[in-house]
Each structure stands twice: as C-alpha cells, then as structure tokens.
C-alpha cells in the first residue's frame, strides 16, 4: 500500500485522493414524509375497486367506506381488498363497523391499534 501510495505522489497524484469516498447512507434510512390517505365510499365495484387500487399501487393508505353499500357489494370489495393488499404486501384491518384500512407496505399503524384489530374478527365486520 506504501508503494501505491509513493507511485501515485511520484506521477503527480496526492494523498489526499486517496480518502475512502464520504459514507452514504441507503435513502430507505430517511423519514419519509406522510402520504395522503385516500378516502373510498363504495357505491359501484367497477368505478369504485379502479380508484382504490390506483392509489393504492401509489402507497396511499386507503380508507374504505362500506356503511352505504349493500351486502353484495361489500362482500366483492373485501373481497377484492383482500386480493390487493396481499398481492402488493399491505394490509387491510377493520377499524370500525363496515370501515377497512388498507395500509401499504411502507406504512405503519401503531402497536396499539394493531392489538385492537387483532382482536376482532375480519369478516364480521360485513
């Protein structure tokens, strides 16, 4: 290494190049900033499950409102939520009567409220 070194001073090369480059951290170490969380009252399947899933391929939280559906309705959207969150590695947790939280791989619910849901049963929420 001394002789490298000697060689690089000799053809006109400082020392100082020779630092080991700047640490730099991977960019998944940074905060990142909070997404929208995008708000879904079902009222139709095809227009309704298109826009669900498009914000949520954008790692939106989505908040699925199912109160004014009916039953058919909210069986294919859970259905079709069930799909989606497994299929891109989120999640989707009960957080009231016929209200889901459809939560994308980037984003966390906090301990607190992860118990809470673990105690409820997921389809009787239907």
Same mark, same amino acid.
């Given at each position: 290494?001394? /002789? %490298?070194?000697?060689? =690089?001073?000799?053809?006109?090369?400082?020392?100082?190049?020779?630092?080991?480059?700047?640490?730099?951290?991977? %960019?998944?170490? *940074?905060?990142?900033?909070?997404?929208?969380?995008?708000?879904?009252? /079902?009222?139709?399947?095809?227009?309704? #499950?298109? /826009?669900?899933?498009?914000?949520? =391929?954008?790692? $939106?939280?989505?908040?699925?409102? @199912?109160?004014? #559906?009916?039953?058919? %309705?909210?069986?294919?959207?859970?259905?079709?939520? #069930?799909? @989606?969150?497994?299929?891109?590695?989120?999640?989707?947790?009960?957080?009231?009567?016929? @209200?889901? %939280? @459809?939560?994308?791989?980037?984003?966390?619910?906090?301990?607190? $409220?992860?118990?809470?849901? /673990?105690?409820?049963?997921? *389809?009787? $929420?239907?």
């Amino acid at each position: 290494m001394l /002789a %490298l070194r000697r060689l =690089k001073t000799r053809f006109g090369h400082s020392e100082q190049e020779e630092r080991p480059p700047a640490f730099d951290p991977p %960019l998944d170490d *940074f905060p990142v900033p909070p997404s929208r969380v995008s708000v879904i009252g /079902a009222t139709s399947f095809d227009r309704d #499950a298109q /826009a669900l899933a498009d914000s949520f =391929k954008r790692q $939106q939280p989505v908040i699925l409102n @199912l109160q004014q #559906a009916d039953e058919e %309705l909210s069986r294919r959207m859970v259905d079709f939520c #069930a799909g @989606l969150t497994y299929a891109l590695d989120g999640r989707i947790q009960p957080i009231a009567n016929q @209200l889901f %939280l @459809l939560t994308p791989c980037n984003a966390e619910v906090s301990d607190e $409220q992860n118990q809470r849901f /673990a105690r409820q049963v997921f *389809f009787n $929420q239907l």
